[in-house]
C-alpha cells in the first residue's frame, strides 16, 4: 500500500527557511504516473494546496507561495520536496504530503487518495 512520510517541519522566524520531505513507498516512484502535491491545513482552516509536481515537471504553485517556495523530486531517493523560504507567520500550518496516480495534477486535495501525517511549521512575527 501506498505510504507517505513527512518530516523538517518546526519553528523558525518569520524570514527563515525550512526544508520539508516525504519520503514514499508502496507504490513505482519512479518519477513518472503520480502526481505529488503538499498541501496545508491551519486550525480552523480547511486543506489548501500549496505545490504539486509531476514527474519533476509541471511544477504547480498556490498564489501565495509563488516566488517563496520550490516543489522537486528525488526520484532515486523517492522522496518528494518542498523548500520554503521567506516564510510568514501565515504560513505556519500541518504541511501533508499526498500521491495521485494521474497525470492531472493540480493542487485540489480532493483529487488526491493518498496522504501522510503531516508534519507542522509554526513561523513566528
Known amino acids: 500500500q501506498v505510504q507517505l512520510v513527512e518530516s523538517g517541519g518546526g519553528s523558525v522566524q518569520a524570514g527563515g527557511s525550512l526544508r520539508l520531505s516525504c519520503v514514499a513507498s508502496?507504490?513505482?516512484?519512479?518519477?513518472?504516473?503520480?502526481?505529488m502535491g503538499w498541501f496545508r491545513q491551519a486550525p480552523g482552516k480547511r486543506r489548501e494546496g500549496v505545490a504539486t509536481?509531476?514527474?519533476?515537471?509541471?511544477?504547480r504553485y498556490a498564489n501565495s507561495v509563488k516566488g517563496r517556495f520550490t516543489i522537486s523530486q528525488d526520484s532515486a531517493k523517492r522522496t518528494l520536496y518542498l523548500q520554503m523560504n521567506s516564510l510568514k507567520p501565515e504560513d505556519s500550518a500541518m504541511y501533508y504530503c499526498?500521491?495521485?496516480?494521474?497525470?492531472?495534477?493540480?493542487?485540489?486535495?480532493?483529487?488526491?487518495?493518498?496522504w501522510g501525517q503531516g508534519t507542522q511549521v509554526t513561523v513566528s512575527s
Open positions: 509536481i509531476y514527474s519533476n515537471l509541471n511544477p
Open positions: 508502496g507504490f513505482s516512484y519512479s518519477g513518472s504516473g503520480y502526481c
Open positions: 499526498a500521491a495521485r496516480n494521474a497525470y492531472d495534477c493540480y493542487p485540489v486535495p480532493s483529487m488526491f487518495p493518498y
